[in-house]
């Protein structure tokens, strides 16, 4: 039975929360990367305070993650009977209790709108994991309504989004250790108005091969990270979305034949020629993401891959529309 | 507003500032080997671009030498061809075709006009272009009232079905006479030819509207890019 300080403090804890996940949300640049690092963050500190009475059996992830728990059983804070822990290879699943969780209250306001969600327990446990084992962890977790239970993973980290690693630094920002610089879409639409003034037979091609050559890199990066090329291309469209090209999503992938169909939203250049009077006629804008979707099935198909933009929300419907397929040998005339 | 249609050169559509009306015609004419071909390629590359469904009949090659082309100017033409935004129709190959789109059976331009319309015909609720490479060769055996009444009757039609269609002549396979009528027929006429010191030839370009009386004739050079096509040199006069 909680005393009234408990509901309290638990209430304040569960909005402090709450409020970091609305607020995360609205930042760019791996929003979510930040709420992770928070609630890391919290169980970090813990560890600092109590850390030494916290000495697992061995270093199996499960026993690290065991370790800490029964430690904050001790400190009677944790009503530990309310986890399982299982080991599947280098992962550990979390098997938790919703109703016997502090942070429930925290955890039903995230799905009810929609927000990031970092499970704070779990993220003490990836705090532990790193701790103990000096290596980058990550969480994820699946609530099961019917059941009332939360099915968490903590697993080692593949891959971290470039954008996700945006430091402002001695008066330089960098992304994943670049310099890096940030403009609205007004620089970028000057920048498209001055070469379509100069030179205009070269803009379309211009953009088409900055997106492909500077996509290629990070292509190339994420692929060695996942298995399925569901997987990699979501990471890739990620990516994309972060660095605020819109959203990107797939809409069909035949490995077979090297061809796919991918639908963006709220493209940033559809925004940028939006109302501008730029080109003499309505037509397809999205250039640079249309190299950047080339190279990226490039990488994947492991072969040259050309994608044309079939619709363009800057002409008509409410989403921009790439076809991919390989890209043919001339044939013999 | 209606809207309107252009060469996707940006010299030569400066040329033409309020564009070309869907149901304009163009006549292209110019000696062999000067880069009407060329433009061919970028007006319809221009009408993929503007979301228009494009039909290129190949009179003088096969289809595929214009698919080659497209694909040096790293166009996705499976895309478009898988999409049937782009038809490549063969109208060389006759009988022997093996492409998804042919003509067979020229020897009568009744039957031509019949099987081009056909054609038109599936792609009517759609902004169409279409370019016939070269038109002249088509209309070699035939004489010249047959010719010239198979263009009155074709594009009006063309016109009624709001088709932007750009017709390509080679110079010296028609007779003058009939060139001449048949310019008058057009909205637009383009003239591409070699100029300047035969050691080094130049190409010049001439393009002007005969029906409204305008034409320009003030020849401007225009050199071709294997990266990016035509590029046209307005404020160059010769």
């Known amino acids: 039975m909680m005393n009234n300080y408990e509901e309290v403090y638990l209430k304040i804890i569960n909005s402090i929360y709450l409020t970091l996940s609305r607020t995360t949300g609205t930042i760019p640049f791996g929003g979510s990367h930040f709420l992770e690092e928070i609630t890391r963050g919290v169980g970090e500190q813990i560890l600092d305070d109590y850390g030494e009475q ?38 550990v699943i979390v098997i938790m209790n919703q109703d016997r969780c502090i942070y429930q209250d925290f955890c039903q306001g995230v799905h009810e709108e929609g927000l990031l969600f970092y499970c704070p327990r779990l993220g003490a446990l990836q705090s532990a994991l790193k701790k103990a084992l000096n290596v980058e962890y990550s969480t994820e977790v699946e609530f099961e309504p019917e059941s009332g239970v939360c099915r968490g993973r903590v697993f080692p980290v593949k891959h971290r989004l470039r954008t996700e690693m945006v430091h402002f630094m001695d008066d330089t920002l960098d992304i994943a250790g670049e310099r890096a610089v940030l403009f609205t879409k007004d620089v970028y ?10 030179a205009p037979f070269i803009l379309k091609k211009v953009l088409f091969d900055t997106g492909y050559r500077s996509f290629l890199v990070v292509a190339r990066e994420v692929k060695g990270h996942y298995e399925t090329p569901e997987d990699y291309l979501r990471v890739c469209f990620e990516e994309m979305k972060s660095c605020g090209m819109g959203r990107i999503e797939l809409d069909l992938l035949d490995i077979s034949s090297s061809h796919a169909k991918i639908n963006c939203y709220k493209s940033f250049e559809v925004a940028v020629v939006k109302g501008i009077k730029l080109y003499r006629t309505p037509r397809v804008t999205c250039d640079l993401l249309r190299g950047m979707l080339s190279a ?5 198909f492991e072969r040259p891959i050309i994608c044309e933009e079939m619709q363009c929300a800057a002409v008509e419907g409410e989403y921009c529309e790439f076809h991919a397929y390989p890209e043919e040998e001339n044939e013999v005339e | 507003m209606k809207t309107r249609g252009f060469f996707g050169i940006d010299g030569l559509d400066r040329a033409i500032p309020q564009g070309m009306e869907y149901g304009s015609q163009i006549l292209v ?24 469904t494009c039909i290129y009949v190949a009179c003088d090659e096969p ?49 031509y006009a019949v099987l081009e319309s056909n054609i038109l015909e599936q792609h009517a609720d759609r902004k169409v272009r279409l370019v016939v490479d070269s038109l002249s060769t088509l209309l070699i055996p035939f004489s010249q009232e047959d010719v010239l009444e198979f263009h009155r009757s074709r ?30 027929f057009y909205n637009v006429n383009v003239r591409m030819k070699f100029g300047g010191p035969k050691a080094r030839p130049e190409r010049l370009i001439q393009v002007g509207k005969v029906k409204s009386g305008r034409f320009d004739a003030v020849p401007h050079r225009f050199g071709i890019s294997p990266v990016f096509g035509i590029i046209f040199a307005p404020d160059v006069e010769v």
């Open chain 1, 54 to 91: 916290l000495i697992p059996e061995s270093t199996r992830p499960s026993d690290i993650c065991k370790a800490y728990l029964e430690g904050l059983g001790h400190l009677e804070f944790l009503d530990k009977g309310a986890f399982r822990l299982e080991d599947e290879g280098n992962e």
């Open chain 1, 189 to 198: 639409l000057s920048f498209l108005v001055a070469v379509n003034e100069y």
């Open chain 1, 296 to 300: 990226c099935l490039t990488v994947i």
């Open chain 2, 29 to 52: 004419h110019g000696d062999t080997g000067v880069g009407k071909t060329v433009l061919a390629g970028e007006f319809l590359k221009e009408g993929l671009v503007c979301g228009d």
């Open chain 2, 63 to 111: 289809p595929t030498v214009m698919r080659n082309h497209l694909r040096e100017f790293k166009v996705g033409v499976m895309a478009y061809e898988e999409a049937g935004r782009l038809l490549l129709v063969d109208a060389y190959e006759e009988d022997e075709s093996r492409e998804r789109h042919f003509i067979a059976n020229q020897y009568s331009l009744e039957k």
């Open chain 2, 155 to 184: 594009l009006k039609s063309l016109r009624k079905k709001g088709i932007l269609a750009l017709d390509v002549f080679v110079d010296g396979v028609l007779d003058e006479r009939v060139m001449t009528i048949t310019g008058h």
